[in-house]
Structures are given as C-alpha cells and as structure tokens.
DNA sequence: TGCACCATGTAATTAGTTACATGATTAC
DNA sequence: GTAATCATGTAACTAATTACATGGTGCA
C-alpha cells in the first residue's frame, strides 16, 4: 500500500541494516562491506542522499549526537514504526531477477581479439578473488557457528553464507581449470 | 591510445558482436539474448544511442539496407579499421570486478522480517531460473560440440559455456538445499 | 610526518531501464 | 483476427558511481 514510488532495493538494505540497530551513514557503509560484499554493495553517494529520502518519507528518524567534542557530529538513524512496516510490505513484491553482468566472460567470450596473455591474467585474477572471498567466509562460517544457535537470524545466514561458499569454490575450481586451458593455447 | 572518454563495457559488447559479422541493433539485442544472456545483458535504449555514438567516433559503419519494400530499411553496422583497433585495445586495461547486486539473497539475509512463505517462494523461483538456465547451457554444450574442431572460437566459448554450467548447478544445488532449510522452519 | 580511519555530504556524470511511438509481416 | 516477430528509435527517469570537499583523531 505505502505508495513508495518504486521499490529500490537499496532503500531496504538500509531499513533492514536499521532495524538491527540504529546506525549512521557510515556504519552502514562498513556493515555493507563487512557482511554484505558477497553478494551486496552500496557507495557513500548512494547511501547518503537515500538516507536523506528515506527520513523525509518518515521511515526513519535521524539524531545528531555529539560526541568527543572536535569530531563531527555523528547522524544516527532509526528506523521508524512506519519503516518497520515497509520493510516488512517489500518482501510482497517477488525480486526483480538481477541481468547479469560479468566483464570478464565478456571479454573471454571475445578472446579470440585478445592479445597472448591478457586472459590468463584475467582469469588469474579472478580466482584470486574468489578464494579471497572464500577465505573470508569461512571464518565468517566459523563465527556463526560460535552463535546462539537460537538467535532467530541464525539460519537465514548460514544459508547467505552457505551460498557464497559453494558459489567462490565453484569460481575457483573453474578458474584453475579455465586457466589450465588458456595456458595450453600458448 | 585512442582517447575513447572511458571504457564502457556495452561499447565493447558490441564491437566485438559486430567484429563476426555485420549486424543491426535488432540483431544486436538478439544475439545477447540468445548467446550471452547468462553472463551479459543489453536493452535497445542502451544499443541503439550507443550504435550511434560509436558511429560519430567513427568505430562503425552503417549502410542503410531497403529490403522487401513496405519494411522499414534495416540500418546494418559494420566494425571499421579503427574499432577493431579499439577492440583488441580494450584488453589492455583490465575488467573492474562487478559489485554483486543479488536481491534474493539480500531478502534472505533480512530473512527474520520476512513474512512466512514468501523465501520459500524466492528461492524457489531462482532454482527454476537456474534449472531452466542449466538444460538451455546443456544444449549449447552440445552445439559446440558439433562445431568445427578448429574454429578459432571455440576454445573460449567452451570456456564461457562451462564456466556456467558450473555455476547454475551449484546455485541449483544450493537452492534445494536452501528450499528443505526453509521449509523446516515451518 | 604521514597514513589510516572516522565522518559527512554534494556535484557531476554515466549507465541503464522502461515506457512510448510506429507500423509492417508472418504464422496460427 | 490476433499474437508474435521484425525493426527503429526517443524521452523520461532512476540508479549509482566517482570525484570533490572538509577536517579531526590516533598511531607508528
């Protein structure tokens, strides 16, 4: 109902990030990257003029708190009943499945114009990150396991989490056998 | 080299379409859709100014092609001397890795607000669109198969094509096991 | 002295979608 | 007759990034 003129995905990664706990624009950024990144991002100059819209909407609530004088004062947001309620109407609405875009597989789909070389490191890089990121999720794995097994988000995060470790491993095994086949080329 | 303003990735989504074979916007928008829609994506509001702009950069060609009379002429683009330049020069600065955007996971992960029945649903749905994802992939498989041993494209397109093979079962794999999660909960 | 982090925000730009507009042909 | 496909494009809009601007704190 709540006529939002249309439902931006962002505007409900900030609600859902405020109706843990309140939090600035900053906080929001950092838990974005700190437990998002793997499937999620935002940037300042995204968050900020939508945080902006979101208060002006009503559903959350700003305070400017003072703290260890010198430093900028920190705008921490709450969401509001009327947030909560949004929030919760937005899962109505099926996702909007994501068009994919992976640079990359362009490029590799186009390798025959690339010069010797060029994909191997591509390819190199690629799986760099994704064991990167396959790293990290398994100590997150490892924290989660260390949760109150009755914490009512448990499951849901070991399921994102869950995700994210089959996808890297996947990514990674394919890269180490992409990159075995670009070498034989030469 | 060539001072293009900054490297857009449909820009070279498009040279490199149009270094196979000539084509028009039309069939621009096909071809992804048939071959590149699961790693790629492109709308005729995006095509169609691009084709343009890569024409006054003088990168393609058109010639305007009549054909049975009463249809509209089909504007066919021709890559030049100069984009295939451009093309093989893209390689050189490497792919910015994408920041992931997947909304389903990010309902998942916010899971807790989610009203009962509704990520059932969601992950649901995106098993389907990987299962049908995996037998389209399945068929492509084998059309390469039939293809030419020495066609100088090959080797990547396989490459391409495994790479999502690979990721759709996992995600199919994942999804099952993410619906028999959810459904425990009741 | 300099870097990393804390903290907020705006401006300019680009990327990209959706909706609109038009109209013929082909296959059922 | 009606739906799908062929075919091209623009206009309006939204989403989102990058760069800019500012300045304090704490640590090595």
Known sequence: ???????????????????????????????????LSHFWSESYGHIYPMLRRLHQRGL?????????????????????????????????????????????????????????GVLQRDVQAYRERSS????????????LAELDAAAPDLVYWKLVVSFGTQLFETLEAWSTMAERELKKLG
Request: proline residues 10%.
């Open 60 to 116: 959350i609530a700003v305070s400017a708190v003072e703290q260890t004088p010198g430093r900028p004062a920190r705008n921490t947001y709450t969401i509001t009943d009327a947030g909560q309620t949004e929030l919760r109407e937005w899962f109505a609405t099926p996702p909007s499945p994501s068009r994919p875009r992976n640079e990359m597989l362009l490029r590799l789909f186009m390798g025959r114009y690339a010069p010797p």
């Open 1 to 35: 109902m709540s006529n939002s003129a249309r439902a931006n995905p962002t505007e409900f990664a900030i609600l859902g990030l405020l109706a843990e706990r309140p939090r600035s624009g900053y906080d929001i950024k950092k838990e974005v990257e700190e437990r």
């Open 132 to 143: 990167a990121a396959l790293s990290r999720l398994r100590e997150v794995e490892k924290e």
